[in-house]
Nanobody, 119 residues
Framework: QVQLVESGGGSVQAGGSLRLSCSRSQYTGGDMAWFRQASDKEREGVAAISTGGGITYYATSVKGRFTISKDNAKNTLYLQMNSLKPEDTAMYYC??????????????WGQGTQVTVSS
């Protein structure tokens, strides 16, 4: 079974940056994505990337600030987050084997990593 493990979360001031990483136990086809869930809010898609990395998807709220990328040879997915805002505060989850930002399509999920942005 495919296992995903996130890392890189932490606390940062508004305007700062963080890079999240997601390591997977084996290669997978299909899209990979990052989702997040803030307290008292529904889970939302943040960014997704196709198998080979040629197609990406972003939520309107993060477009221009976040960049998703992957290194298939290293079995690692990344999310570079710049110009962070307090509203970005959430638990961030890595997901694999799905399609775009449709959370219900993903088969594998990581345990999550917390990102906290202070004003």
């Amino acid at each position: 079974q495919v296992q995903l493990v996130e890392s890189g979360g932490g606390s940062v001031q508004a305007g700062g940056s963080l890079r999240l990483s997601c390591s997977r136990s084996q290669y997978t086809g299909g899209d990979m994505a990052w989702f997040r869930q803030a307290s008292d809010k529904e889970r939302e898609g943040v960014a997704a990337i196709s198998t080979g990395g040629g197609i990406t998807y972003y939520a309107t709220s993060v477009k221009g600030r976040f960049t998703i990328s992957k290194d298939n040879a290293k079995n690692t997915l990344y999310l570079q987050m710049n110009s962070l805002k307090p509203e970005d505060t959430a638990m961030y989850y890595c997901a694999a084997v799905g399609s775009s930002l449709n959370s219900r399509s993903y088969k594998y999920w990581g345990q999550g990593t917390q990102v906290t942005v202070s004003s």
